[in-house]
């Protein structure tokens, strides 16, 4: 596809994205949603005004011209709050809640896991575990993690 | 403002506390902070905001200086959130000065310290004094304004994450407790009846020795004796029979009643849970929970617990039997009893958490069931029974691998031990005979010791069989206990206000929920009088059934307050408050049992006479005299016998039975043709009268006869006036007028003319 696209995107002072679209009108407070965060991040990024209504469709990343695509990621970055854990350091038991000291890779960071059931499997192999303030953290591979984590891991499975 | 004192500091978290006194100067004084626990990039980081009465503060922990903003015109301080994470921004006319991201965590404390930042800003501006709203409580650990009935911290609260004990068993005792009289019998007998079975290998040593072995060194063998020991030996028996038999009884008796208790107080409190627990859990894992664990337990109690004792107690009675007897031999008996309760610590935490993990493949297994079941006629729809099959296999192929690894572990156990006490066995006769060739001991000692161990042995194994069950109940009672340990997120108040009736004043103060992170509803204030009716409009998705729910109380508000007649919802008793509505969901639910079961459901002692008024009143009577049981027709499974229209109208004679002084519709009409809606409108218009109503409906003619119509957008209120009112605004209301106006001139106009039609078509 060509990199043309029908819109402006801009940032003003506020932090807020701005977007003008074909006719002229500027919407104010333009925020780009993924459509699937966790199973296919890439795909699909719609920008939607304040009032929750689509104003455009990207089906790529690559779709974009550099410039939006940085603004864009930039956005996202500072909305998309998804941890991903390296590593298990320490649980505080094995029964729930517990409180799991976890390494990301956003940092080091405690979450309480209040309940089995706040473990979701997403594939065979990813987990996604939302903690007692609903913040999910995203485990891509357990198969993938140390020794020591895996085992800590494993008592909750 | 002088009298409040620095007391901020005290709560303030240790690290920030000496930097910031080097900081403030002299007079200044804290007011609220905020917890920064991210940095721009979301990555996790420490630093805090403080609103000072002079001025706002803030640095996160590895910048060099903190950042100050003083109090001056235009300032702004905003929080928005997104996906559990909080943005606090600071804005000036110009621009954006300053943002901080934080997990939801601390939103309360965020709310606070921009409470406290628009009263400094005021009165910096303005020179006007805050209200010294200083007067209520706050939280002594993070500072939160606490309302007045409120004894809790709801921030802090929540935090309290002490998992429960280990020794989940022993909480069983809560259980066990009204039969202690009964379980110490129970237990007496259970001695006894122990020590009864033990007399019989004692009494082989005097018969090998005094009887057999004298015989076959030539002497004649003593009848008398012989008689006295064999009827011993029958007698024991015996009273072992009797014994063991009223023992069995009577902690079998015992165990079913603590099984029954526990399965009902379970069931007790998870119904009393609130919506948000029901929101997240399965239904088939609370049914396996409830019905399979408690009855594991159950039979955990009534029999292996049992049998374990009667093993304990005969391993410790044969242990003293033997040393007394002879304590070299006895040593040598026992020696493989230490490496099998080292045995037994080595597996027993393996086993109990490959315990759970089967228990909880199992409770998947049944969500599949609970979730197809119901859900049958969308399988079928789709065809797609192949793919619910496949799941259950699936499931089901878990369930099996788990259980292949516990069992790998576990058939390995129970032969080990086997193995030892054989050896065990081959030591005592090596020992033995070395003893008896040394005339240490009689040749009936021995054959006693054998005898003994026989049974020692035996019941080694089968208490290490127990550690499996153990570990099983454990791990069950551990998952009940989750239940039980699982406070209401709408609790009862601990001094409740009892309203023996209400007038039906609602009063929303500020209303903000969330479900989980996500934001609904923020900042509703609205005054319903009593006996007003208000119509609640809005696009799908707006939070008109929210809002329902929260002045029904199945879910709490996360700020502000709901009063009913000027007292917090959160203040009254739940049942007694819930009396006081009629509710009619947007998917209407009956139970399995007779129409007029179900509309009697809110007032199981109603007569026929209300019940037949109520059915008249919600127009149903007439239907109901059509089905051939009348009002003692069954309903089905969650009424799939009757349409949806049907259902409807029962769960209207349902909420106006129980002559609830706030009645609340949701939807109540949706599934019903427009005939039978306006003959409903009339009816309610007159049961109506008198109440406070809160009607919702997408079909904006139905809400014509409401005295206000609260027009909701994306959890907000947009417009608020009467039908006359709103649409000489012109605003959102109009809008949505309109567009449902023209569909509804099509609608007739089909109508109209497939009538004529037919018509035309009866005169041919
Ligand atoms: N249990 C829940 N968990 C999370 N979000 C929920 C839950 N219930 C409702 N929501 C969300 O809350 C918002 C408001 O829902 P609500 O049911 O109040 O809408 P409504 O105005 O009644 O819509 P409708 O007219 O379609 O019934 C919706 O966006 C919905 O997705
Ligand atoms: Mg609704």
Same mark, same amino acid.
């Given at each position: ?21 074909? $006719? ?53 970055? $500072? ?18 809640? $517990? ?59 | 403002? =002088?009298?409040?004192? +620095? ?53 996160? @922990? ?10 001056? %015109? ?59 709203? =200083? ?23 929540? /935090? ?85 038999? @009223? ?27 609130? %919506? ?102 969308? &399988?079928?729809?789709?065809? =797609? ?49 070395? %003893?008896? #060739? ?25 208490? #290490? ?27 009862? #108040? ?10 039906? /004043? ?30 609640? &409009? ?22 502000? !307050? ?12 739940? !049942? ?9 969901? /947007? ?60 259902? =409807? ?5 349902? !909420? ?11 939807? !109540? ?18 049961? &109506? +009268? ?75």
């Amino acid at each position: 596809m060509s990199a043309t696209v029908t819109y402006q995107l801009t940032r003003n002072s506020y932090g807020r994205l701005v977007l003008t679209d074909q $006719s002229g009108v500027t919407h104010e407070g333009v925020i780009p949603v993924r459509s699937f965060p966790v199973t296919d991040p890439g795909q699909g990024i719609a920008l939607i005004d304040s009032h929750g209504h689509e104003l455009a469709w990207i089906e790529r990343f690559d779709d974009l011209p550099e410039a939006y695509r940085v603004l864009i990621e930039s956005e996202l970055a $500072s909305r998309e709050f998804m941890p991903e854990i390296k590593r298990i350091t320490k649980v505080s038991g094995f029964i729930t809640p $517990s409180t799991w000291h976890v390494e990301t890779d956003r940092g080091a960071a405690v979450l309480i896991l209040k309940g089995e059931e706040n473990i979701r499997r997403l594939t065979a192999s990813s987990l996604m575990i939302t903690d007692n303030h609903g913040i999910h953290f995203l485990l891509r591979d357990r198969t993938a993690l140390d020794r020591h984590s895996r085992k800590l891991l494993d008592h909750f499975l | 403002m =002088q009298k409040t004192p +620095r007391f901020s500091m005290n709560n303030l978290p240790a690290i920030w506390t000496d930097e910031l006194s080097a900081q403030l100067s002299e007079d200044e004084s804290i007011l609220a902070w905020l917890e920064i626990d991210l940095d721009h990039q979301l990555h996790f980081a420490t630093g805090i905001v403080i609103a000072t009465d002079k001025r706002v503060l803030a640095k996160m @922990a590895d910048d060099g200086t903190w950042q100050t903003w003083a109090y001056q %015109q235009g300032l702004q301080l905003t929080q928005r959130d997104h996906a559990g994470v909080g943005c606090l921004e600071l804005f000036d006319p110009h621009a954006r000065l300053a943002f901080w991201r934080y997990r939801l965590g601390n939103v309360m404390a965020a709310n606070r310290l921009i409470e406290c930042f628009l009263q400094q800003l005021d009165y910096h501006v303005s020179g006007k004094l805050p209200e010294s709203s =200083q007067t209520s409580a706050q939280c002594p650990h993070c500072g939160a304004f606490l309302s007045a009935e409120q004894d809790e911290c709801p921030v802090c609260e929540k /935090q309290n994450h002490i998992p429960p004990s280990t020794w989940v068993l022993l909480r069983l005792w809560r259980f066990a407790k009204p039969y202690k009289g009964r379980l110490l019998i129970g237990f007496l007998l259970t001695l006894c009846s122990t020590a009864a079975t033990l007399v019989p290998p004692y009494l082989t040593m005097p018969l090998m020795d005094n009887v057999l072995i004298p015989y076959q060194n030539g002497q004649p063998i003593d009848t008398d004796l012989v008689q006295f020991y064999l009827s011993g030996l029958l007698g024991a028996a015996i009273l072992a029979w009797m014994l063991g038999w @009223a023992r069995t009884y009577m902690l079998s008796l015992v165990s079913e009643r603590i099984g029954a208790d526990l399965r009902t107080t379970t069931y007790e409190h998870l119904l009393n849970l609130s %919506q948000e627990y029901f929101g997240g859990k399965r239904t088939g894992d609370l049914m396996a929970r409830i019905g399979a664990e408690t009855d594991r337990i159950n039979l955990f109690i009534s029999l292996h617990l049992l049998d374990f004792a009667t093993d304990v107690i005969m391993i410790c009675m044969t242990a003293i039997i033997l040393v007394s007897i002879n304590p070299w031999l006895a040593l040598v008996t026992l020696a493989p009893l230490p490496i099998i309760a080292w045995l037994i610590h080595l597996v027993r935490d393996r086993l109990r958490i490959g315990f759970e993990k089967v228990d909880r493949i199992w409770a998947e297994v049944n969500n599949v069931l609970a979730d197809t079941i119901p859900g049958i006629r969308v &399988v079928k729809a789709f065809a =797609q029974e192949k793919r619910e099959a496949a799941r259950f296999h699936a499931a089901n192929q878990r369930n099996l691998q788990i259980n292949d690894r516990v069992n790998r572990i576990w058939s390995l156990f129970t032969p080990t031990v086997t193995l030892l006490t054989e050896v065990g066995l081959l030591v005592v006769w090596v020992f033995g005979i070395w %003893q008896i #060739s040394q005339d240490e001991i009689t040749v009936g000692v021995l054959t006693a010791f054998l005898a003994y161990i026989g049974r020692f042995y035996i019941r080694l194994d089968s208490m #290490s069989r127990i550690v499996s069950i153990t570990q099983k109940a454990a791990a069950g009672t551990k998952r009940i206990f989750d239940i039980l340990d699982h406070v209401s997120s709408v609790p009862e #108040s601990a001094n409740p206000v009892h309203l023996p009736t209400i007038q039906g /004043q609602i009063e929303l103060r500020h209303v903000g929920f969330r479900y989980g992170t996500r934001s609904i509803t923020r900042g509703i204030n609205l005054v319903i009088q009593p006996g007003e009716m208000i119509g609640l &409009v809005g696009h799908s998705g707006s939070g008109k059934s929210t809002l329902v729910n929260l002045i029904c109380r199945f879910y709490d508000v996360t700020e502000g !307050a709901i009063l009913v007649d000027g007292h917090d919802i959160r203040t009254l008793p739940l !049942a007694e408050y819930r009396k006081h509505i009629g509710l009619v969901l /947007q998917e209407p639910f009956l139970f399995f049992g007779t129409i007029a079961e179900n509309i009697a459901y809110g007032k199981p002692d109603a007569t026929r006479a209300e019940i037949v008024a109520a059915a008249r009143a919600a127009h149903a009577h007439e239907f109901i005299l059509r089905l051939p049981h009348g009002y003692d027709s069954l309903v089905g499974e969650r009424g799939q016998a009757l349409s949806g229209g049907e259902r =409807q109208r029962i769960s209207i004679a349902r !909420a106006l039975l129980i002559n609830p002084r706030i009645l609340i519709l949701d939807e !109540a009409t949706s599934s019903v043709d427009t005939t039978t809606e306006k003959d409903i409108q009339k009816a309610l218009d007159n049961l &109506v +009268r008198g109440r406070t109503t809160i009607a919702i409906a997408h079909r904006l003619s139905t809400l014509r006869e409401a005295n206000r119509l609260i027009v909701l957008d994306r959890g907000r209120i947009v417009e608020i006036g009467n039908h006359a009112e709103l649409m000489a605004r012109e605003g959102y209301y109009h809008r949505l007028y309109l567009a449902q106006a023209r569909n509804v001139d099509e609608e007739e106009r089909a109508l109209i003319s497939a009538t004529e039609h037919s018509i035309a078509g009866e005169h041919k």
